[in-house]
């Protein structure tokens, strides 16, 4: 068997979720460990090679000119590049404040405002070419497993290209939209969660992004607005993890 | 001169420290958090506050659900809205789940190879792999009870205003006292292991809690008094870190594992309350480091309490309803116990239930002048006397015994 692959394991701003959701694989994360050497993962290790990774996972959201620079460090000491969570595919939460980033600052930290660096929060994929984006916030673990076992054995991951809706209706969960009126973006939204929301009885929010492709946000829009929900509250909605365009 | 610490690892979110020398001796110590800003603040207002507690969830994955809980219950508190006995022991359940998760993950994975010797817990796998194995355990334990009323293991929302989307079966329940009583032979012998530890950092003062043990209608001090954080504690910003500084009384003060012991030990279960009266001399010297000690001493506490909280709701049964919940102008604040410590969310609402009003503050915020303290007082102890490497490596355990969680210290405040 050839060596292991060595891994990185890159933070830019977030909630450190993506980086932790690694760590609940439990005793699976040992089986990636049989192909996969950890080079940096600075939550878990103190260990740092600052060299080359034959994959780098890159959780967060460029936020500041230091997470730049470690997005075009992983980048340019990496082969094979994953935007994992949706902060790196699509900015999630902390990217739909629509403020200018001296206004933010002004607002959170006084007049004066902060003099340190700040930037707009921006997705990675909007500054670097990535090899895969797994969206998802959180992301499902199990997608991030399968990519990469299938990366160490030369296989190109699976990319779910279906709304949450089928796998709601594989579940046989009882559409929300329909029944209870509730927001849910199901139907626009990339599916891969296994409709973890709608198991709970409440509507999908949106947070592995827009479906590629056919999608029809319109549509949604208008069943939405015909359930009585005002516009400020659906376009927020639809900006939240994403910037979809209704 | 200043002696740059590189960024911290096995610590949650990117921070890191310098100390400035001056004249051969060490003259201050300044722990500069650089992760970016995220405005929660601001992302907020203007919401329709059904939505604020799956937002406010994203502030941080490793306690998410008890930012869901305290942003429920300011909603809650500014409409005026009581939820009854049942939906408080579920959301109990759900935070003990948490702290069984955030206490395994930082006492095993982030703490343990230093005492052990080892850059991480995976390469301390070869040699103790059976402890490694322990502390997964309880962490898997943890997160199923996130699961179950949480929705899932991060960033569920299934945590709402008046209630819960769906309620946990009796099965669900059932597992639970069967797994508390399972894992309580590892919670102890987690407390064996961190009573072994020399003390370090600075020695507290202040301690600062909510009125109950996992949450609260106030907070309390060493006096007892209890009072809301706008009379006794005070926000500034810093200009070297996206993190702002708070004081209670103009002085630092410490929120976690070891405040909620030192000032709340007689609400503890049987099993617990006698852990801390063997170490009760230890844990009152106050050093920070103990806090480690005070989190093994909660995985006893919590696995105690999930059992006896899933036994009475199945003696009487899962009711199942919700609070109707009716918006209106109001204000409230949610104060509860992160693992970490104390955990405030404020709103102010208007009529029709949106947000005018959002103030969020985070232990690692509370924390963070206690954590300078504590740096300045070991690298003073430190330098001159032992190698750089030493010294460096001294002040990065003196952080990590905080369990800080820098992705949540980031924000922000009023508006």
Known sequence: ?246 | MIIELREFARVEGNGKAEIVIEDGDVKDVRLKIVEGPRFFELLTLGRHYYDVPDLEARICAICYLAHSVASVMGIERAFGVEVPEEIQLLRELGLIGEFLESHALHLYLLVAPDVFGYPDAIRMATKHGELVKEGLALKAFGNRLRELIGGREIHGINVKPGGFGRYPTQEGLEEVERQSEALLRLAKRAVRLFAQLDPYGERVKHFVVTDGYLWGKRLIAEDKEPFHYTERIEERSLVYSFAKQSRYNGEDFFVGALSRLLLKNEMLTPEAKRLFEEHRERLETGYVSYNNLAQAIELVYSLERAGEIAKTLLDRGINGENVPVEPREGEGIGYVEAPRGVLIHHYRTDSEGRITYSNIITPTALNHAMIEASLLREAKALYGEADEGDMIQRLEETVRAFDPCISCSVHLVKL
């Open chain 1, 1 to 246: 068997m050839m060596g292991k692959l060595k891994l990185g394991v890159f933070e830019l701003t977030d909630c450190g979720g993506c980086a932790l959701n690694m760590l609940f694989l439990y005793e699976r994360l040992f089986d990636l460990l049989e192909f996969y050497e950890i080079g940096e993962f600075h939550m878990a290790s103190s260990l740092k090679t600052e060299n080359h990774y034959d994959v780098a996972v890159v959780t967060g959201t460029v936020s500041s000119h230091r997470d730049l620079e470690l997005l075009k460090h992983a980048r340019n000491h990496s082969n094979y590049l994953i935007a994992l969570g949706t902060c790196a595919t699509h900015g999630d939460v902390q990217a739909s404040v629509e403020l200018p980033i001296r206004e933010k600052l002004k607002a959170v930290y006084g007049d004066e405002g902060n003099p340190m660096k700040a930037l707009d929060s921006k997705p990675v994929v909007e500054y670097v070419a990535v090899d895969l984006a797994i969206p998802g916030c959180p992301y499902d673990k199990n997608e991030l497993y399968q990519a990469l076992m299938d990366i160490a054995k030369g296989i190109d991951p699976v990319r779910p290209d279906y709304p949450v809706c089928v796998e709601c209706k594989l579940n046989e969960y009882e559409c929300v939209l329909v029944k209870k009126d509730l927001p849910c973006l199901g139907p626009i939204t990339l599916g891969g969660c296994n409709a973890v929301c709608i198991k709970s009885g409440l509507g999908c929010i949106g947070c592995r992004g827009p479906l590629p492709g056919e999608v029809n946000p319109a549509s949604e829009y208008e069943i939405l607005k015909g359930k009585g929900y005002d516009d400020d509250y659906i376009v927020r909605k639809f900006k939240t993890f994403a910037r979809w365009e209704p």
